[in-house]
């Protein structure tokens, strides 16, 4: 019954490519979410989106860019990936009460 | 400033003992959330709370809210609940997460 799914667990890619990380939840939940996850930083809240076609800055936003054209959908869009962009890059969502919450497996990516 | 405390950041526990992480937040919030990240993992979630205690195997997380204070216990703790465990909360439309209190269990 997975409710979260990032579209890939493991992604390696080089300098300068345009990146796509795709996260989907099948919950009907309005808000979603992307965090980077580093080493001794913890959680960092990128973008985040309470509606489609909704999107705000969070507190890493730059380098990044997203995309929600249907509710069930949230990519993260790294423009021009650098590698300081390697990382955990993890997905949530919130329900309406916001009491309901799930979390993506994760991607780990390696800019190479 | 951390809405959300979380203690300790390490701990190491031999096979069976108990075991308590605790969260302090100071903000006022929808819900609690109990997280647990294995090495190299995603995130799971391991309960949802908004008042009370809640039960799962051999996990135990409770909640005051009026001292703003959340417990998890393991109790027979076991090396495959070696992990991250992060305390977060809801806050309106938002999540706040403590920095995760590192677990190893020693057979």
């Known amino acids: 019954d997975v409710k979260v799914t990032q579209s890939s667990r493991y992604l390696v890619k080089r300098t300068g490519e345009k990146v796509f990380l795709e996260c989907v939840q099948d919950m009907d939940h309005e808000n979603m979410f992307w965090y980077r996850q580093d080493p001794g930083l913890g959680l960092r809240l990128i973008y985040f989106?309470?509606?489609?076609?909704?999107?705000e800055k969070g507190d890493i936003p730059e380098g990044y860019s997203v995309s929600r054209e249907k509710k069930e959908r949230f990519s993260l869009i790294l423009e021009s990936a650098s590698t300081n962009q390697t990382s955990m890059y993890l997905c949530a969502s919130l329900g309406p009460v916001f009491a309901e919450a799930f979390f993506g497996q994760g991607t780990r990516l390696t800019v190479v | 400033k951390n809405e959300v405390e979380q203690s300790p950041q390490n701990l190491t526990a031999q096979e069976g003992e108990f075991i308590t992480i605790n969260c302090s937040y100071s903000?006022?919030?929808?819900?609690l959330h109990w997280l647990q990240q294995h090495p190299g993992g995603g995130i799971v979630s391991l309960f949802m709370?908004?008042?009370g205690k809640k039960k799962h195997g051999r996990l135990i997380a409770t909640i005051n809210i009026q001292e703003k204070h959340s417990s998890l216990h393991i109790t027979a703790s076991h090396p495959r609940d070696s992990a991250v465990y992060i305390c977060?909360?809801?806050?309106?439309?938002?999540?706040?997460f403590g920095t995760g209190t590192s677990l190893t269990v020693i057979p």
């Open positions: 977060a909360v809801t806050v309106g439309n938002q999540f706040y």
């Open positions: 709370l908004s008042s």
């Open positions: 903000v006022g919030i929808s819900a």
């Open positions: 989106s309470y509606d489609v076609k909704m999107k």
